[in-house]
């Protein structure tokens, strides 16, 4: 069946429009195409669902949140080409009920508050905190170094005791 018309076309029923194709209904438009309900829009897919677009795609809800829940697997969000991002006026939470927050990176991680960062890097079996440049953490084997500036104090943890080593100066703590 097709359905043609150089102006509009407006389906209205009092009760409910039900379309059924034994292959695909494809909705094609020039300028854009509106589905407007007085209560809530349901799209329902044995398999998959695509929202496929050249520009953009937006999703909002106006009076309350936005919601994409899995049932069985994981929600995915993935950027192709630039970076994924995550803007709120107020502020972001991430909330693990379950086990831990993961924020997984190829090279550190980096968390800015205002002008102030702090990142966190893997690198050659140990763990590195930097803070502005300024302030280092570094974990790596059996010793824990903090760096600020050009001056260091390392804690390393031995059989029986623990060495903190400041510059120059070297005593020890009995565990």
């Known amino acids: 069946m097709r359905i043609t018309a150089s102006d509009s076309v407006r389906i209205t029923m009092d009760d409910s429009v039900r379309i059924t194709a034994a ?3 494809r909705i094609t438009a020039r300028d854009s195409v509106r589905i407007t309900m007085a209560d809530s829009v349901r799209i329902t897919a044995s398999d998959s669902v695509r929202i496929t677009c050249a520009d953009s795609v937006r999703i909002t809800a106006r009076e ?4 994409i829940t899995a049932q069985q697997d994981s929600v995915r969000i993935t950027a192709r080409e630039d970076s994924v991002r995550i803007t709120m006026d107020d502020s972001v939470r991430i909330t693990a009920h379950d086990d831990s927050v ?3 990176m190829d090279d550190s991680v980096r968390i800015t508050a205002h002008d102030d960062s702090v990142r966190i890097t893997a690198h050659d079996d140990s763990v590195r905190i930097t803070m502005d440049d300024s302030v280092r953490i570094t974990a790596h084997d059996d010793s824990v170094r903090i760096t600020a500036h050009d001056d ?3 804690i390393t943890a031995l059989d029986d005791s623990v060495r903190i080593t400041a510059r120059q100066d070297d005593f020890s703590l009995a565990a």
């Open 23 to 25: 292959g695909s209904v």
């Open 152 to 154: 260091s104090v390392r």
């Open 64 to 67: 309350d949140s936005v919601r």
């Open 102 to 104: 993961r924020i997984t």
